[in-house]
């Protein structure tokens, strides 16, 4: 269906257009198709807050609903998801930005939402991504003495082994060793 020229232009083509644009060259639209079709785009660590002032302060997706992480194992092995909603719209777009195995760094985006606090700290926490002036970046869900991060796909599937109780050997009570 062919929108007619009373009809209001979908928003969400709107910020393609504008991200593909000349204002955001290097923005590319994701090859990978999203399940439930947001409209996803590939953005580089070093535009990422440019690109999500953008979409707040002109694009209206002021509200950002949460950041996560993919670890790929190959590179560049870790994605960071940025999932943001336009209220006015009632529209959502997804950003993702690609960072590499060794030295996983980028811009933390505390200062645009206040609300990645959490969020960004539960990543470098799980992920051991840095996000560089983050107001308090540190452990949120693993102890402050706990070694690795475990959701990368190379921590160990045991957990970190421990002097007084080797993971591989531990039996629940009832269970004989043999």
Do not use: C
């Amino acid at each position: 269906m062919t929108p007619t020229s009373d009809e209001p232009a979908n928003p969400v083509q709107n910020e393609e257009n504008t991200l593909k644009a000349e204002r955001f060259p290097n923005v590319k639209r994701s090859e990978m198709r999203a399940a439930d079709g947001t409209p996803t785009f590939i953005v580089p660590a070093d535009e990422l807050l440019e690109v999500l002032q953008y979409l707040r302060d002109e694009a209206r997706f002021t509200m950002l609903e949460d950041v996560t992480a993919v670890d790929w194992k190959k590179e560049p092995r870790f994605q960071l998801v940025y999932n943001l909603l336009s209220l006015e719209r009632a529209s959502v777009i997804r950003i993702k930005v690609n960072l590499p195995g060794e030295n996983p760094i980028v811009s933390s985006v505390t200062a645009l939402f206040p609300g990645a606090n959490w969020y960004e700290r539960e990543v470098f926490d799980l992920f051991g991504i840095t996000f560089t002036e983050h107001p308090d970046l540190r452990r949120i869900e693993m102890p402050d003495d706990w070694q690795g991060h475990p959701l990368r796909k190379d921590y160990p599937i045991t957990g970190p082994r421990r002097p007084v109780m080797p993971a591989n050997q531990f039996r629940p009570v009832g269970r004989s060793n043999s």
